[in-house]
């Protein structure tokens, strides 16, 4: 099964910019979407297909991916930024949906 | 705006089958995929698998033997079935929407998820 590796925990203070890694194996042929899971929530969209956000998602959300890691970054941190993130693949050897381990975003 | 809403027993025995059931309001289930999602305490995500109207699946390859999944169109439902259960599969449980496309599937919008315990 293809393996997503995140860092588990980043620290940024408010106003600064987060960026967060997903690395697998040449990820940077395939899709990858990202999730904002904030605490006693269920996960939210945020990135899908590398760089794209939904409506409803600010500007300050945007992702790249390229070669084998994927970033999420986030600019002008804000303290409701404060979650877990989660990056996904689908795998085509297996048939399935792949998550990475997910990075805690902590917002000093 | 797609809402899901999941139900079901939030406590099952050790051996016994675990089934869940996720609404849909808001849209028709007729167009997309559905996918269940597991989360346990203070854990990751994992994809159980999903679920396309005419009865296509795909499950986790960990998964795929004690997994069923189903749509039922008339009542904007889809359902899961995880059999032989055990502690390991103590977790909270999300249903989803997915998106399929030529590159991948992804996951919007999310149920509130529902916690099952597995437990005598």
């Known amino acids: 099964s293809y393996v997503l590796t995140q860092p588990p925990s980043v620290s940024v203070a408010p106003g600064q910019t987060a960026r967060l890694t997903c690395g697998g194996n040449?990820?940077?042929?395939?899709?990858v979407h990202w999730y904002q899971q904030r605490p006693g929530q269920a996960p939210v969209l945020v990135v899908y297909d590398d760089s794209d956000r939904p409506s409803e998602i600010p500007a300050r959300f945007s992702g790249s991916n390229s070669g084998n890691t994927a970033t999420l970054t986030i600019s002008r941190v804000e303290a409701g930024d404060e979650a877990d993130y989660y990056c996904q693949v689908w795998d085509n050897d297996s048939d399935h949906s792949v998550f990475g381990g997910g990075t805690k975003l902590t917002v000093l | 705006q797609v809402q899901l809403q999941e139900s079901g027993p939030g406590l099952v025995k050790p051996s016994e089958t675990l089934s869940l059931t996720c609404s849909v309001s808001g849209g028709s289930i007729s167009t997309y995929c559905w996918s269940w999602i597991r989360q346990p305490a203070g854990k990751g995500l994992e994809c159980i698998g999903r679920?396309?109207?005419?009865?296509?699946?795909s499950y986790n390859p960990s998964l795929k033997s004690r997994v069923t999944m189903s749509v039922d169109a008339s009542k904007n439902q889809f359902s899961l079935k995880l059999t032989s259960v055990t502690a390991a599969d103590t977790a909270l449980y999300y249903c989803?929407?997915?998106?399929?496309?030529?590159?991948?599937?992804?996951?919007?919008?999310w149920g509130q998820g529902t916690l099952v315990t597995v437990s005598s």
């Open positions: 679920v396309c109207l005419g009865g296509s699946t």
């Open positions: 989803a929407r997915v998106v399929v496309t030529s590159e991948s599937d992804r996951f919007d919008p």
């Open positions: 040449n990820i940077g042929r395939k899709s």
